[in-house]
Nanobody, 128 residues
Framework: QVQLVESGGGLVQAGGSLRLSCAAS????????MAWFRQAPGKEREFVAG????????YYADSVKGRFTVSRDNAKNTVYLQMNSLKPEDTAVYYC?????????????????????WGQGTQVTVSS
């Protein structure tokens, strides 16, 4: 069974930064793409950023491009989301997710259905 545990959320002022971490266990972490999604109150869960299994391909939602950076450390079985220049509209619960398909070819999928395992989420609140 795969377990994903997020950490690093919190309260920050607009313009500030946070770094989220997601520690994975239970299968060969380095063979699977990983992604971050977020869900604001009353809204659908949306794709934020993804990174390929090898780490050489990343993809971002337009709303975070240039402000957020996704990375991974396969030796530590951890994926990160560095969030800079945070805005109040970034307020949400952030979830990490693991791809259902090993060594997926191409850019990370934007689809929720592509991800089998999910963390419990970490709250990010950006005050204006």
């Amino acid at each position: 069974q795969v377990q994903l545990v997020e950490s690093g959320g919190g309260l920050v002022q607009a313009g500030g930064s946070l770094r989220l971490s997601c520690a994975a266990s239970g299968r060969t972490f380095s063979s699977y793409a990983m992604a971050w999604f977020r869900q604001a109150p009353g809204k659908e869960r949306e794709f934020v950023a993804g990174i390929s299994w090898s780490g050489d391909s990343t993809y971002y939602a337009d709303s975070v491009k240039g402000r957020f950076t996704v990375s991974r450390d396969n030796a530590k079985n951890t994926v990160y989301l560095q969030m800079n220049s945070l805005k109040p509209e970034d307020t949400a619960v952030y979830y990490c997710a693991a791809d259902r398909l090993a060594k997926r070819v191409g850019v990370p999928s934007l689809l929720r259905s592509s991800y089998t395992y999910w963390g419990q989420g970490t709250q990010v609140t950006v005050s204006s």
